[in-house]
Structure formats: structure tokens, C-alpha cells
């Protein structure tokens, strides 16, 4: 049996994570489709520093940015960046490659809301929004609620 206070710890933690659960995932975009939530690679041993979405464009607007936003600034003029991320609620990366070292995690991970729209998933903390071009786009919208759900049903199952 588990001490008493792991337990507690484990459900502040999960709750705290169902908290954060109120971000939706923006999938409505005819070029760009949503890929999932990826680990940044700059910190990571074998990267060299190098950024997850390398060597395309990278555009900060505080206060603004929204992922419909990255994605015009990605898929606008001569080049379409095949790829575009989001991070730190603010940051928009475009590139032609997504680094194989970068590895997907949990959407629960990308946490933090756009600056520009609070109702979206724009990364997190060295967490990456990753969409990719695709013919088959506009999804519709997912919301990441259903994950907080999974983690709720899990807890019962713990
Ligand atoms: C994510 O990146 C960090 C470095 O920023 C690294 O320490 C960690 O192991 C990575 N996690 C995964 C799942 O790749």
C-alpha cells in the first residue's frame, strides 16, 4: 500500500493536470493539419543545440500570436514550410524538416494558450504545436478536454 502521501501528491498532480485541460487543439486549416505535440531538441544531449523545426523562419509576436497566424506566416509567399510549430504561447517556427530526435509526446504537454487567442494550444515550455502540410487538412476541432477525461478514468483506475 501506498503511503498516504504519495497518494495526495499523486492526485494534486492529476488534478492539476486536468486543469489544464481547457486549451483545444486548432485542426481547421486547409493546408496544415495537426501532427501532435513535440520535445524540443535544442537542450537535449545529442542535438548540438540544434532547434527541432531547424533552418526554416522563426517569428515572435507577443501578445498576438494565434496558430492561424504561424501558419499564413509559414505557408505564405514563394516557400510553404512544410512544417510549423508553436512554442512558449508566442514563438511560430517554420521549417522543411522536423528533426528525428524530436521526440512526440502527451498534448497534455503542449499547455500553454496563445497569446492571441487563449482558447488554443500554442506549446509549451520547450514544447512544440506541430503541424505538417497536408492535402487532407481541415479536421475540424479537437478539443483536449477528451484527454483530461482519459486521465480522470485512469485515476479511478490507479
Ligand atoms: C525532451 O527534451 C529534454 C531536453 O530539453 C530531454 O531532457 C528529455 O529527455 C526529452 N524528452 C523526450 C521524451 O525526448
Redesign the pocket.
Known sequence: MRPFTTTIATLLSVATCVHAKDLSIYDDSKTYAYQGCY??????EDSSGVRALDGGITDVREGEMTVELCLEICGDGDTEYRFAGLQWARECWCASTLAGIA?K?DDEECDMACEGDGEFACGGN?KLSVYETSENAAGGLRTVASLGLASVLLLHII
Do not use: R
Open positions: 520535445n524540443e531538441t535544442t537542450n537535449q521526440k509526446v520547450l
